[in-house]
């Protein structure tokens, strides 16, 4: 009798490349997932935490239209490039044309956090391990740092989390033409990164052992010295860099209760923790000065807290210290250091994990209750007027800057709006019928009638009926607006 041989058919595995940047790929894809998710949440709920959002989507329009970035709600003709050194701002411009929507700023950034934390992950799966290497990466991707930065919504900072990640991880792995290239853009991104990016090229110059890298010093100084005193006051409005008087550097070394303020030390004490202790021991960890120096010598408490965007930038230099103090006590002459050093990814894993119940993204998992307010938010919406030019506040002003020329409520050099918009919750709980006296005070002679007055937003609109000798405010700030759109909020 014959016997038939059966023979198995060889598994054909993917690519080495391809399965080394699976698990990047998928952090990095569930990382913008998440945040993409939280920002539909801040959407739906009208959580909205400051002016910023809405100022960024007009930058972003005027670039899509090929304009100048003027932003109506800083002033009737403030250009955005005056207020900081930013011209990496310009990729809005694509992003905003293809889906014109303030919404669409926040995919940008959730989406600079992914690729942050995935370039974080394919690095520390190589150098740590399969395993620690992605709980690092998903800790990176949800560091309170960033966290904070997506409950403040979208800031330009975003820009520099996948930058300075690539940069960081090439330094890391000796990919000396990666680290400039990565660093160099990364100063375009905001003034003070120039001086991140001249402490860059110092460590870069030193790890390398060739001067010539010193030349990223230079860059990152030379573009932070044009930022400031050329760049800025070429656009600036008032000829200066306006945050100059913000600065306090001898009043603040010189007041011990300034200098050792609780939410400095607090900030400090956080980013020893989440570096597991190791990080100092790497140079990576100086890049983490200038941003708090700056910080900290500032006049403006909100810069020394954990709230806001200050600290996005430096969790990729606090996860790249970690990783680079890991490799290099792993060389220590001390037993107990390199038995340390085995531990302390996972230790800053650990620290990330007791963070999150008490970081923004806890909202997800017991807030998705549609607030009372939508319904009103709803209604005062769809009454105002398409493409009328709109004053307001903070409450309503991400959902009326697409289609609308939008102004900031009682800034004294404001042309009559057609409309006023105002949300009770700033304004001591405004009834009503004070809508219109706010609108008769800040724009005398101009006749405003009471269009929509719901509990939380009050709506007033020019009477139609008055004369028409004023121009309309949509005309003074640029012309015609796109046709109106409507954007639900549940």
């Given at each position: 009798m014959s016997q038939v041989t059966t023979r198995r058919m060889p598994v054909r595995r993917p690519p080495r490349a391809m399965r080394e940047w699976a698990w990047p790929v998928a952090v990095g894809s569930f990382v913008t997932s998440v945040y993409c998710v939280y920002a539909f949440w801040q959407w739906t709920h009208l959580s909205t935490k400051s002016w910023d959002l809405a100022i960024f989507a007009q930058f972003a329009q005027r670039l899509a239209r090929f304009e100048a970035p003027i932003t109506p709600i800083k002033g009737i003709d403030f250009n955005l490039f005056g207020d900081h050194f930013d011209p990496l701002l310009v990729v809005l411009g694509p992003a905003y044309a293809l889906w014109p929507h303030a919404y669409t700023l926040l995919v940008v950034q959730a989406a600079c956090f992914g690729i942050g934390a995935g370039v974080i992950t394919a690095t520390a799966r190589r150098l740590l391990g399969p395993v620690i290497g992605v709980l690092l990466g998903v800790a990176l991707g949800f560091s309170w740092g960033l966290q904070y930065a997506a409950e403040a919504q979208f800031h330009e900072i975003a820009l520099a989390i996948p930058l300075l990640s690539m940069a960081l991880m090439a330094l890391i792995e000796r990919r000396w033409a990666m680290v400039v290239v990565a660093g160099g853009l990364t100063v375009f991104v905001k003034e003070d990164m120039g001086l991140t990016i001249a402490v860059l090229g110092a460590v870069l110059a030193w790890r390398s052992r060739e001067r010539r890298h010193l030349w990223l010093t230079a860059w990152g100084a030379g573009w932070f010295l044009f930022g400031n005193l050329v760049w800025m006051p070429l656009f600036n409005s008032e000829g200066q860099w306006n945050r100059s008087g913000k600065l306090d550097v001898l009043g603040t070394i010189t007041d011990p209760e300034v200098m050792f303020d609780r939410n400095k030390v607090l900030i400090v004490i956080a980013l020893i923790l989440i570096g597991a202790g190791i990080a100092l021991r790497s140079p990576v960890a100086l890049l983490l000065v200038p941003t708090l120096a700056w910080r900290f010598m500032s006049t403006d408490h909100s810069y020394w807290g954990f709230e806001w965007h200050y600290n996005a930038v430096l969790m990729p230099i606090a996860c790249a210290a970690l990783i680079d103090g890991v490799l290099l006590l792993r060389a220590s002459p001390?037993?107990?250091?390199?038995?340390?050093?085995?531990?302390?990814?996972?230790?800053?894993?650990?620290?990330?994990?007791?963070?999150?119940?008490?970081?923004?993204?806890?909202?997800?998992?017991?807030?998705?209750?549609?607030?009372?307010?939508?319904?009103?938010?709803?209604?005062?919406?769809?009454?105002?007027?398409?493409g009328a030019s709109v004053e307001t506040d903070t409450?309503?002003?991400?959902?009326?800057?697409?289609?609308?020329?939008?102004?900031?409520?009682?800034?004294?050099?404001n042309p009559p709006p057609d409309c006023v918009l105002v949300d009770a919750r700033f304004h001591g709980g405004t009834r009503a019928t004070d809508v219109l006296a706010m609108a008769a005070s800040m724009h005398p002679g101009i006749r405003y009638v009471l269009v929509h007055g719901g509990d939380v937003f009050q709506l007033a609109c020019r009477d139609a009926s008055a004369s028409s000798s004023d121009l309309p405010a949509a005309t003074i700030l640029g012309g015609p607006l796109p046709p109106s759109r409507s954007w639900s909020m549940s």
């Open positions: 001390r037993a107990w250091l390199r038995g340390y050093s085995k531990a302390a990814a996972a230790v800053a894993v650990a620290a990330a994990a007791v963070l999150m119940p008490f970081l923004p993204l806890h909202v997800l998992v017991d807030e998705w209750g549609k607030p009372a307010r939508a319904d009103d938010a709803r209604l005062v919406l769809a009454a105002v007027p398409e409450g309503l002003i991400n959902y009326v800057v697409d289609d609308h020329t939008v102004l900031w409520l009682g800034r004294n050099n």
